[in-house]
């Protein structure tokens, strides 16, 4: 599983950090960015909910 975060759309509210901190981090700015370039399999569910708490809709989960 992928996660990608459309910087663009991205408002910087960290509810998908908050929701899932084993999936998202942030940027110095307080922006998304993914852990990783492959969800583990254990934190796909987790990726799911961080993407689903993006009141922009900024990440896509793949």
Do not use: Q, W
Not at 51 to 60: G, H, K, L
Request: aromatic share 4%; proline share 6%.
């Amino acid at each position: 599983m992928k996660v990608t975060i459309d910087t663009s759309l991205c408002s910087g509210h960290a509810r998908c950090n908050a929701t899932a901190p084993e999936v998202f981090d942030l940027d110095e700015s307080g922006y998304a960015l993914p852990l990783a370039d492959e969800v583990p399999t254990a934190h796909e569910a987790d990726a799911r909910d961080g993407a689903m708490a993006c009141p922009e809709r900024a990440i896509t989960v793949e």
